[in-house]
């Protein structure tokens, strides 16, 4: 029996590599674009980017306040600013200026946080962002993004490029299990279905699509045949495939790398209850903060994992039975 | 510049703000007066900005971070001409172009909107950085508030425009010694202001804020030698009589009668020093 998982192995390019020479290949047409970094732009993995374009590479230091502040100020002289840095730093710490710097006064600011919840790893709980897409989120017209793997890069900076308005780039630096060939396809605001079944359907973005693959083949071993959607777009969410999966599934698993208050999980229930709600697990962090250790190690502690995710599904769909059985 | 001139432009510019905060019947009125007399030089003698174009790429920009102070500088903007006077009794009405803080989406000569301290410099900083990378003239000055400057980000700035020798920005301290509920000295001291922008390397001027010689001085001394700011010491309060007083002036109530009189006096004063 084919899987799901057939041929998805670790990548051999870092993240970060996709990351920024993508950005370089727009910011060869393009003179606008501008990256501002606040010190981490080697981990962020920027570096590249100031060898080709010294002229418009800005570390600021350690000031992400500063750096937010005047990235929205650039902007307003037409500039397209990308302001890098941790994603705890990016988003958390320098959320006012953000939110009334940049968004308020309908500014064009790029932000892009690196180490998305667990993948921050070894660098523990001060550096692990499990609230970055709740804050995002809570900004009117925000855009938030999280790919899945190394082939979408590419898409999702071409359309902060050319699209105006505060975005959100949640970026992993590491390899990652690599779910896209190259020249995959991907539209902003539109889920990727990577598998079609009508028992259940899971909708997970990052690294979390891979635990969802992984979970639709233990579940198809048991019979059970799973949707997967790659929910990259996490606003604007892809709110017709949610109600689709609603209509056609009968219940949902989200799996999300990120607190499920204020998640993917949050987005997908509100779009649920304003459309067809049936019954939801949310699989994602719950009311913790981050800790230290390996990703592995983390994955299993917070519980962001294909088991998990098996479990969920299963709960999910008892749940769907009892509804049908009162019907 | 011509002295009598721009003591007349800061005249009118205080009279229209007291009876556009009258109009709202209370405001930001200690914070307001002690920058009207900066804001008639700057749109007077300095800047280089154009009403029927306020948006042009090459002018000055002028980022009022200390934004709860708007009012002076819409009644500035009316008086330049921007707008018209009769919109400044729409103060903070539902629905008005002049919010009660500073909004650039709203106001036409509004280049930026502040109002959550402490951001105001880096936008400017970003916008002269903007100017540079691009190549587009035009310089970037910024008012920010001595309470103002208690928030951290002003140092983050400051450290980065000393660093990165922004050449076409220059920051000013309304340094009126009062912030919010009271006396700065008392809540979280200054100490030297000149001595400890240059201690981060920018070059620092201080001025009589209310003297509008020394005012364009300073500022034109300033412009020529950036990175630099300008401490300005003036009085919260001052030239409007009901709020040159030692106490809450932050803002205050306005009534009808209050304004009358303090309108009088402007004139009066103004007629005694020219
Ligand atoms: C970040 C932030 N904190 C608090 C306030 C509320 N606030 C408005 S004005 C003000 C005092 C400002 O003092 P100063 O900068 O000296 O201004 P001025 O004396 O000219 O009014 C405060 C605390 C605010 N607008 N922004
Ligand atoms: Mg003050």
Redesign the pocket.
């Known amino acids: 029996m084919s899987r799901l998982t057939d041929g998805i192995a670790l990548d051999t390019k870092e993240m970060r590599a996709a990351y920024c020479e993508a950005l370089i290949r727009e910011a060869r047409n393009n003179g606008r674009i501008i990256v501002v970094d606040a010190d981490v732009s080697h981990s962020v993995g920027t570096e590249p980017f100031y060898k080709e374009f010294p002229g418009r590479s800005i570390n600021c230091g350690i000031m992400e306040a500063h750096a937010v502040g005047m990235s929205a100020g650039m902007s307003e002289t037409g500039l397209i600013p990308f302001f890098h840095a941790f994603g705890v730093f990016a988003t958390r710490r320098a959320f006012?200026q953000i939110f009334l710097s940049c968004a308020y006064q309908k500014l064009n600011v790029k932000i892009v946080g690196a180490d998305p919840g667990v993948t921050a790893a070894t660098n523990g709980g001060t550096h692990m962002p499990f609230e970055d897409i709740g804050l995002m989120r809570l900004i009117p017209n925000s855009v938030i993004i999280e790919p899945a793997d190394a082939a979408m890069y590419g898409a999702a900076v071409s359309y902060m490029v050319n699209n105006y308005g505060v975005h959100y780039l949640r970026t992993s630096r590491r390899k990652t299990m690599r779910i896209y060939p190259d020249g995959a396809e991907f539209v902003i605001g539109k889920a990727n279905k990577l598998a079609d079944g009508g028992d259940v359907c899971i909708i997970a973005s990052g690294i979390m699509v891979y635990e969802a693959l992984k979970a639709a083949d233990m579940l198809a071993d048991k019979g059970i045949y799973a949707r997967v959607l790659d929910m990259h777009t996490i606003k604007p969410l892809d709110t017709a495939a949610v109600e689709a999966a609603a209509r056609e599934c009968g219940a949902i698993v989200t799996a999300e790398n990120h607190n499920v208050t204020g998640g993917l999980g949050a987005a997908v229930c509100e779009a649920l209850a304003e459309t067809l709600p049936v019954p939801v697990e949310r699989v994602g962090v719950k009311e913790s903060f981050g800790e230290v250790g390996g990703q592995d190690y983390l994955q299993k502690r917070f519980g962001l994992t294909a088991e998990e995710i098996v479990k969920a599904a299963e709960k999910c769909i008892s749940r769907k039975k009892i509804q049908e059985s009162k019907k | 510049m011509d002295r009598k001139t721009t003591m007349k432009a800061a005249a009118e510019i205080r009279k229209l703000c007291i009876e556009e905060l009258a109009a709202a019947g209370y405001g930001?009125i200690?914070?307001s007066m002690?920058?009207c007399d900066i804001l008639a030089v700057l749109y007077t003698d300095i800047l280089d900005t154009d009403p029927k174009d306020p948006r042009r790429p090459d002018r000055d920009y002028l980022i009022l971070s200390?934004?709860?102070?708007g009012p002076a500088l819409y009644a500035t903007l009316a008086y330049k001409g921007y707008f018209d006077v009769e919109e400044l009794k729409t103060l903070n009405r539902g629905g008005t172009s002049l919010p009660s803080?500073c909004d650039r989406l709203k106001t036409p000569g509004i280049d930026l909107s502040t109002?959550?301290?402490?951001q105001g410099l880096s936008l400017g900083v970003g916008v002269a950085m903007g100017k540079k990378i691009q190549g587009v003239g035009g310089r970037v000055f910024v008012i920010?508030?001595?309470?103002?400057?208690q928030?951290g980000q002003n140092w983050e700035a400051v450290q980065f425009i000393a660093h990165n020798s922004i050449s076409n920005l220059v920051i000013i301290v309304?340094n009126?010694k009062?912030?919010?509920?009271g006396y700065?000295k008392d809540i979280c001291r200054t100490f030297d202001y000149k001595a400890k922008f240059e201690s981060f390397g920018i070059h620092a001027f201080e001025a009589n804020g209310h003297d509008v010689c020394d005012i364009y001085d300073k500022l034109t001394a300033a412009a020529g030698t950036c990175p630099a700011a300008v401490i300005m010491n003036t009085e919260?309060g001052h030239g409007c009589s009901f709020s040159e007083i030692p106490g809450f002036n932050?803002y205050m109530v306005i009534s009808r009668e209050m304004a009358d009189q303090a309108i009088a006096e402007v004139d009066r004063r103004l007629e005694a020093s020219l």
Do not use: A, F, P, Y
């Open positions: 006012d | 930001h200690g914070g002690s920058i200390k934004g709860h102070c803080h109002g959550s301290l402490g920010v508030g001595d309470g103002e400057l928030e309304d009126n009062r912030q919010l509920d700065t919260k932050h």
